[in-house]
């Protein structure tokens, strides 16, 4: 894929031939026990530990998952529900779905995904909810179609739980909001809790500069939830070549981090640093080196990142990966770690905070179908872990026999990895079936949310130790 891979491998090649003391993981490269962090008294390997179904309609069309931390709370834009799905993290229980709330009289709700029958008929770039975050205060905003971010309550003893209790435009000088207006979606978000502000990416505005370029919306976190400002990336300098994909809040540069995919003339991307108080850009890292067009991003301990990657120019061939996960230093900008080609890069990746790990749900390009899989990284060195589910008498070796699955959260306290594993029809996946009634046969694929969690074995007489 790239030559700094191929340097990767022979010496990988050499490293075998010398040393006998070594177990072989298939598909992947041999690092010391150390480096892996599966030694005595390090974090444990993963495993499937369950699935969550969700009710509604199949989850086929979701953006993006968020583990609270403090109250241990999921949270998923569930657009093929019109709402945001919460879940119990500690104990993997579904909780219930915010879907509507009274804002001054007026019922309002989310926008949902492509639908015929929508009134107004609800478009990709108008479809909603997106980016999801969730504050100290116990609240849960998400970004929508209609340009807007709904707030709701996730204080379990409040009156208005689970119910939308704030609607703010994002709207912009130069286009206009509603489900048929040229801002489009408001897409994924941030929080700022140095300075109490959301970061919300309008990602897609149309039409498309002059007029109104991709922006950053900044808001007061609290009541009364006004806007502080906008960013115009072309005002700013920066060209935006398909839009804006995930800002990241970093407490050691005081910064928002954003990816920017394919804005370099060679179709890669680059990482921007921002003044959330100047809403300004005041750094940028290019990814062209990695030939990388980033979209989802993820901030671990020391600065390090892992970012998922388009590769650049767009691979076609089957045995070679088209994404791949880099993990760099944003300090730096230098990449850490030997680089990863064992799991695809996906598109939202996260941070598990509780053994230190990054993990991304995508594919294993070059094995038959491309599985789903969950791919765990050492978020220190850089060092590919694990793909999951683990083969067993009743679990295949994959999320789902064909294609990525979705989103991925994790939680810290339990060191739980919650993916979002969406229905494929004829294709099967780790999901149950589920039979709606006895005259609707066959059982029905909705999708589900699978849970990895930690094994109970010994780490040094594990599988993954060498």
């Known amino acids: 894929m790239k030559s700094r891979k191929a340097i990767c491998f022979a010496l990988a090649g050499l490293f075998l031939a010398l040393t006998v003391t070594m177990v072989v993981q298939a598909g992947g490269r041999d690092h010391d026990r150390d480096d892996q962090g599966f030694g005595q008294n390090r974090p444990k390997p993963l495993k499937l530990v369950g699935?969550?179904?969700?009710?509604?309609?199949?989850?086929?069309?979701?953006?993006?998952?968020?583990?609270?931390?403090?109250?241990?709370?999921?949270?998923?834009?569930?657009?093929?529900n019109k709402g945001v799905d919460v879940v119990d993290a500690e104990n993997d229980v579904?909780?219930?779905?915010?879907?509507?709330?009274?804002?001054?009289?007026?019922?309002?709700?989310?926008?949902?995904?492509?639908?015929?029958?929508s009134m107004p008929p609800i478009t990709s770039a108008h479809q909603g909810p997106n980016g999801v975050v969730t504050t100290p205060d116990k609240k849960v905003w998400a970004g929508d179609g209609d340009s807007t971010l709904k707030v709701a309550d996730l204080d379990p003893t409040s009156p208005t739980y689970l119910q939308i209790i704030a609607v703010i435009s994002t709207v912009?000088?130069?286009?206009?909001?509603?489900?048929?207006?040229?801002?489009?979606?408001?897409?994924?978000?941030?929080?700022d809790p140095a300075?109490?502000?959301?970061?919300?990416?309008?990602?897609?505005?149309?039409?498309?500069?002059?007029?109104?370029?991709?922006?950053?919306?900044?808001?007061?976190?609290?009541?009364?939830?006004?806007?502080?400002?906008?960013?115009?990336?072309?005002?700013?300098?920066?060209?935006?070549?398909?839009?804006?994909?995930?800002?990241?809040?970093?407490?050691?540069?005081?910064?928002?981090?954003?990816?920017?995919?394919?804005?370099?003339?060679?179709?890669?991307?680059?990482?921007?640093?921002?003044?959330?108080?100047?809403?300004?850009?005041?750094?940028?890292?290019?990814?062209?080196?990695?030939?990388?067009?980033?979209?989802?991003?993820?901030?671990?301990?020391?600065?390090?990142?892992?970012?998922?990657?388009?590769v650049v120019p767009a691979v076609v061939s089957a045995t070679v990966p088209s994404t791949f996960p880099l993990v760099i230093d944003v300090e730096t900008g230098n990449e850490i770690g030997p680089g990863i080609d064992q799991v695809g890069g996906g598109d939202e990746v996260n941070y598990s905070p509780g053994d230190n790990r990054f993990v991304v749900s995508s594919t294993v390009e070059g094995e038959s179908g491309n599985p789903g899989v969950l791919g765990v990284i050492n978020a220190d060195s850089g060092d590919w872990?694990?793909?999951?589910?683990?083969?067993?008498?009743?679990?295949?070796?994959?999320?789902?026999?064909?294609?990525?699955?979705?989103?991925?959260a994790a939680l810290g306290e339990n060191n739980h990895v919650f993916?979002?594993?969406?229905?494929?029809?004829?294709?099967?996946?780790?999901?149950?079936?589920?039979?709606?009634?006895?005259?609707?046969?066959?059982?029905?694929?909705?999708?589900?949310?699978?849970?990895?969690?930690?094994?109970?074995?010994?780490?040094?007489?594990?599988?993954?130790?060498?």
């Open 195 to 310: 300075h109490n502000i959301i970061v919300a990416a309008n990602d897609e505005p149309s039409p498309t500069p002059p007029a109104i370029a991709p922006y950053l919306t900044f808001i007061n976190a609290s009541y009364p939830y006004n806007v502080l400002g906008h960013m115009n990336f072309a005002a700013q300098g920066e060209v935006v070549g398909t839009g804006l994909e995930q800002p990241v809040w970093d407490p050691g540069l005081h910064s928002v981090l954003q990816t920017l995919p394919a804005n370099n003339m060679d179709g890669t991307g680059s990482i921007v640093i921002i003044d959330p108080i100047k809403e300004k850009v005041t750094r940028v890292i290019n990814l062209d080196a990695f030939n990388c067009s980033p979209s989802g991003m993820a901030l671990g301990p020391d600065q390090h990142v892992v970012v998922a990657c388009k």
């Open 172 to 191: 912009a000088p130069g286009c206009t909001g509603g489900y048929t207006g040229t801002c489009d979606r408001a897409d994924e978000l941030a929080y």
């Open 51 to 80: 699935t969550i179904l969700i009710p509604g309609s199949p989850i086929a069309s979701t953006d993006i998952a968020w583990v609270d931390q403090n109250t241990e709370t999921l949270v998923v834009g569930d657009r093929s």
């Open 419 to 466: 993916v979002i594993v969406k229905p494929t029809a004829k294709v099967a996946d780790i999901c149950p079936a589920v039979t709606v009634s006895a005259n609707t046969p066959p059982a029905t694929d909705y999708g589900c949310v699978a849970v990895f969690g930690p094994t109970n074995e010994d780490p040094d007489s594990s599988p993954f130790s060498f």
């Open 94 to 117: 579904y909780l219930g779905r915010v879907q509507s709330g009274q804002i001054q009289g007026t019922q309002v709700g989310f926008g949902g995904p492509t639908s015929p029958g």
């Open 385 to 408: 872990l694990q793909n999951l589910p683990a083969a067993t008498a009743v679990s295949p070796a994959y999320l789902k026999a064909v294609g990525g699955s979705g989103n991925l």
